[in-house]
């Protein structure tokens, strides 16, 4: 029979793994071989000291069917230190690309830092009561995935091209910014009908793309509940998709001065 | 001042929050306020609990720069159970597509699955010493990225497009099992030179694809030293690469009866 702290341990691991995940009391009341009683107040107490260290919150759901689960919520203090630590990473001039863009691939492969982004988008979107987190290959796909384990949601991946390996799919063709015509494509088996999807993307310009995606997800007959990017750029002002969250704004690069101006954006778009 | 099944909670979800990444003891003192020889007595509290339950190991490395790692493991059983579990869903004849190919882009879709299998890789290459974790655009990534996690490394992804936002690249032609030639192209800032990397993805058929991202690596003057794949096929048995680990082995697909023959791969393989 284990103590309370090496209960404690245990019953943070489980909770811990599976963010959003709900567990029966009675799950743990087997695993622990204890009262309900004393599993309810091991989770209190993991609960209060998470909170007080700001590790994200405990949510208990009353009823037969209910039990607990492991939301995972930066605090204000975190978000705002990613945010201007990872705008101050971007804004290096060595990652100045040719034609004015800006090299992220690192950044978006790191765990540490995209797991955060995962978690920001997850807080953002928690009351959309979404199925899946969708977004489109390549960059975006590391972000959705954090932001799918927070949420405990399936990652959808849309395709820039048509692969036998997914079997029958839905195609649109779309213009992008450059005015190049390209294709995106989507398994028919991949989304449910009637399903809320979250759309997770690491970069936005004119919104073409994102235009794109909401539409190739109403042939499913599902809907884009909420829609987030790692950076939208200042220019255009005006978007082809106007609900969104971006965490930072892209105010300028300019290649011959080899400078970057990028900042975390406006508070009541990061809600 | 917290009680010690308080600094439980936290420690644990601070080490779980970050696999294989090195905490010194120091951090941990400053974070909770207690003597060192306290966060020792914890720190050996969560082990043994952990241990107990199969929920993966704490590390303790010695010296000046030393400290405390969680690394993630799955049991013998968990992974038995892992493997068969996911060998019967594979074979559900609905996933079966034309051309003999199989639907897997939604358990690859899964964070759970993906977790796990990501833990298995880690726990297998865990003596390579290896400084980044490659894949291949598209359906490796998620895996990818679940390895890269638990070994705390940086996801690299090759891409079959040559993208500006990537910058100068590295690109190769292969030719596929169905003959087709493709390309594959690596941005030229992704790997530092004499890395050692790791690649997981999720199928493989002879190898060739496998064989390009050996070869590709090889000009970034760095070195494939482990390779992992979810399944590859009985069919061809002579791959195009030798060392290899496998977690399952597709035996056969027959389109017309509607089967399909999956199981998990030799133990010797699985290591």
């Known amino acids: 029979m284990l103590r309370r702290s090496e209960r404690i341990a245990v019953l943070a691991k489980y909770l811990n793994d599976y963010p959003s995940r709900l567990f029966s009391l009675s ?14 107040e091991d989770l209190s107490l993991i609960r209060e000291s998470w909170r007080s260290k700001g590790l994200g ?4 759901v009353p009823g037969a069917s209910g039990g607990v689960k492991y939301v995972p919520c930066l605090s204000e203090e975190a978000i705002d230190r990613l945010l201007k630590d990872l705008a101050g990473q971007l804004a290096d001039s060595h990652r100045i690309l040719p034609g004015g863009f800006i090299y992220m691939s690192d950044i978006i492969g790191d765990p540490v830092i995209t797991e955060q982004v995962g978690q920001i988008f997850a807080n953002m979107f928690s009351e959309t009561q979404a199925d899946y987190v969708v977004t489109i290959a390549t960059k975006g796909i590391p972000l959705a995935i ?3 384990r927070a949420l405990n ?13 997914e079997g029958s799919s839905v195609s649109l063709n779309y213009i992008t910014s450059s005015r190049t015509i ?9 989304l449910k009908e009637g399903a809320r999807v979250l759309f997770i993307d690491d970069f936005m310009k004119a919104g073409s ?19 987030g990017f790692l950076v939208t750029t200042a220019q255009p002002e005006e978007k082809m998709i106007t609900d969104y969250h971006a965490l930072l704004t892209l105010e300028k690069v300019d290649e011959a001065l080899a400078q970057v101006v990028i900042n975390p954006a406006p508070k009541k778009q990061v809600k």
Chains 1, 2 share one sequence.
């Open 27 to 40: 799950f743990f009341v087997e695993l622990l071989g204890v009262a309900k009683s004393t599993v309810s």
């Open 57 to 60: 919150d405990l949510v208990t």
């Open 146 to 148: 954090a932001t799918a």
């Open 153 to 165: 949601l399936t990652t959808v991946i849309i395709r820039n091209d048509n692969k036998v390996t």
């Open 182 to 190: 390209r294709t995106m494509s989507l398994s028919r088996r991949a």
């Open 209 to 227: 793309t994102a235009q794109g995606v909401v539409k190739l997800v109403k042939e499913f007959g599902a809907e884009v509940v909420g829609t």
